[in-house]
């Protein structure tokens, strides 16, 4: 690449520029948002999978009206960052070939089955509490059309952490055997959400240029540390306790010190071992197959309003 392009791009960067869609950008910097960016938008499509299973039987009108909104959030986050991952020159076919294949990743949390109501709250608290955490500085990452997706997309993420939160609030408060669940869904669902944040600093391999061209701009593990140290309170506060017995307030640190994530696991998800992984990906190469006519109507729409426009 030529020196002075990439010189002029760095200091772009250093200063805190936005990079849009037609600025020069290295070709890596462009692979490396198409790759993240794109797995982003499978993680919110997939995520809707967990939740979906729990339209049809929510315990009231208002439940599922407020589950109802998440989900259409989510497929609008996914769509959102479908589109901002076109600006880089790629296609949505290519992407979505990609996820179906398997060549492409996305969020290890969505490979755990919602067993309870009560995982519903969970994800709402936990994962949209996580995703929020991750999602909040991307909201000035570097380049232009994903940071201001990220400012939508953490509008509704906080809606999403709030209605989880409350739904675990009313099972913590409820009978015992609905404080139970709501202690079950923590037990199954609070170390999949650290797993969010990315492998350990010391062993992630793209964070060394995502820090360099400021995709990224807080490490792994300071996201991780902070959601820890925002939810550990808030499940005193519903009277649950958080599955890891090394949780302990650190002084010095003015933070928790807590266990060690299982990264077996986690790479083992990664690779497509999940619980669900199988059924996740049949339901969406199932949903893209039913839905090709919807597709074919709209081109076909497309091409007969194109050819009045040039009639
Ligand atoms: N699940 C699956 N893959 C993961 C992962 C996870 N929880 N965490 C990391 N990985 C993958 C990375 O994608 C990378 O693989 P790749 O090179 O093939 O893409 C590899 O593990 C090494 O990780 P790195 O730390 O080197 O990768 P990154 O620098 O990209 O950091 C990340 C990982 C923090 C997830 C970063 O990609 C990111 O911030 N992505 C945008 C946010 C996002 O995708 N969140 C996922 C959930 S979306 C969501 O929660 C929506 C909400 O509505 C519920």
């Not at 990079?19 to 950008?25: A, R, T, Y």
């Not at 949390?109 to 500085?137: C, E, H, K, R, S």
């Not at 994903?146 to 409350?166: I, P, T």
Request: proline share 5%; with cysteine; hydrophobic share 40%.
């Amino acid at each position: 690449e030529d020196p002075e392009l990439l010189a002029a791009f760095e200091a772009r960067v250093a200063a805190d520029d936005f990079i849009e869609p037609k600025d020069w950008m290295p070709d890596a910097y462009r692979k490396t948002l198409v790759r993240q960016i794109s797995q982003h938008a499978h993680s919110e499509i997939v995520g809707m999978l967990p939740e979906g299973n729990w339209l049809t039987r929510a315990p009231s009108l208002r439940r599922k009206a407020v589950l109802l909104a998440k989900v259409q959030d989510e497929g609008g986050h996914g769509l959102y960052l479908y589109c901002a991952a076109e600006t880089l020159g790629t296609s949505r076919e290519d992407m979505i070939d990609a996820l179906h294949s398997g060549k492409a990743k996305y969020s290890t949390i969505f490979n755990y089955p919602t067993l309870t109501w009560a995982d519903i709250g969970a994800i709402g608290w936990l994962v949209d509490g996580a995703a929020i955490m991750n999602q909040v500085p991307l909201q000035r990452t570097s380049y232009g059309p994903y940071a201001r997706a990220m400012v939508k997309v953490c509008k509704e993420e906080s809606f999403h952490q709030r209605q989880g939160y409350e739904i675990m609030m009313a099972m913590a408060n409820g009978t015992p055997e609905q404080k139970a669940m709501a202690q079950d869904a923590l037990n199954r669902w609070w170390w999949p959400s650290l797993m969010m944040f990315g492998p350990p600093d010391a062993n992630s391999p793209n964070s060394a240029q995502s820090f360099r061209w400021r995709i990224k701009r807080d490490s792994n593990d300071d996201l991780r540390q902070k959601f820890v140290d925002i939810t550990v309170p808030q499940a005193d506060y519903l009277g649950l306790t958080v599955p890891d017995p090394a949780v302990t307030w650190n002084e010095v640190k003015g933070g928790y010190d807590f266990g060690e994530v299982d990264w077996e696991e986690f790479y083992a998800v990664v690779r497509g071992e999940g619980p669900t992984a199988k059924e996740r990906l049949k339901a969406r190469r199932e949903a893209w197959d039913n839905g090709a006519w919807v597709r074919e109507a709209a081109d076909a729409h497309e091409a007969k309003r194109r050819a009045r426009l040039a009639a």
